[in-house]
């Protein structure tokens, strides 16, 4: 099987490099009969950010940094739907992967909702679901509210779709 890490929009973040690309590492250097055939860090961008010289030289440092990790730049185009990008990108992924089972390692709901795309691309595979931590009630307390119940409709409209977007994540994962 092939671990396939998958990192929506983030690539640009100074932290990928110790809280994706380090564990990536030490997953593809292990032993054992577990051990996967290979680990894959695909870096979800929109063209516009993965053609700039910055986002290359990052994919660079990151591939310094864990040569035993394939880091691998997935552009999609954003005026396209998530689902018909997920055609190429599936393809693109089923090739790196020498369609092997694959297990999707989602950093957050949208790297999940992409995999869930993905996932009739690429074959036999699995999502396992990387939780950033209370998004729903992150976004609450980022507009100054304690509770739904105390927040705005519009502020309760958008706390319902970010819930209803963690349950569908978490439904189509096999663990969390």
Same mark, same amino acid.
């Given at each position: $099987?092939?671990?396939?890490?998958?990192?929506?929009?983030?690539? &640009?973040?100074?932290?990928?490099?110790?809280?994706? #690309?380090?564990?990536?590492?030490?997953?593809?250097? %292990?032993?054992?009969?577990?051990?996967?055939?290979?680990? +894959?860090?695909?870096?979800?961008?929109p063209v516009r950010h993965a053609a700039r010289?910055?986002?290359?030289? &990052?994919?660079?440092? $990151? @591939?310094?940094? =864990?040569?035993?990790?394939? *880091?691998?730049?997935?552009? $999609?185009?954003?005026?396209?739907?998530?689902?018909?990008? =997920?055609? !190429?990108?599936?393809?693109? #992924?089923?090739?790196? %992967?020498?369609?092997?089972? +694959? *297990?999707?390692?989602?950093?957050?709901?949208? =790297?999940?909702? !992409? /995999? #869930?795309?993905?996932?009739?691309?690429?074959?036999?595979?699995?999502?396992?679901?990387? #939780?950033?931590? /209370?998004?729903?009630?992150?976004?609450?307390?980022?507009?100054?509210?304690?509770? @739904?119940?105390?927040a705005s409709a519009a502020t309760q409209h958008?706390?319902?779709?970010?819930? /209803?977007?963690?349950?569908?994540?978490?439904?189509?994962?096999?663990?969390?």
């Open positions: $099987y092939v671990v396939v890490h998958l990192v929506a929009q983030e690539a &640009r973040k100074d932290l990928i490099g110790s809280q994706v #690309i380090d564990h990536m590492a030490v997953q593809a250097s %292990s032993v054992g009969p577990d051990r996967p055939s290979a680990v +894959i860090a695909g870096f979800l961008e010289s910055t986002m290359l030289e &990052r994919l660079r440092a $990151y @591939r310094r940094r =864990a040569p035993e990790v394939r *880091v691998a730049l997935l552009p $999609y185009t954003s005026r396209l739907s998530r689902a018909t990008n =997920a055609r !190429w990108t599936g393809h693109r #992924i089923r090739t790196m %992967s020498k369609r092997l089972p +694959i *297990v999707f390692h989602c950093r957050g709901e949208s =790297a999940a909702e !992409w /995999a #869930i795309d993905l996932k009739p691309y690429v074959g036999h595979s699995g999502i396992v679901l990387d #939780i950033r931590g /209370a998004s729903p009630e992150e976004l609450l307390f980022a507009r100054g509210f304690d509770s @739904r119940d105390g958008e706390y319902d779709a970010a819930c /209803a977007r963690l349950r569908r994540a978490i439904s189509h994962s096999a663990a969390v």
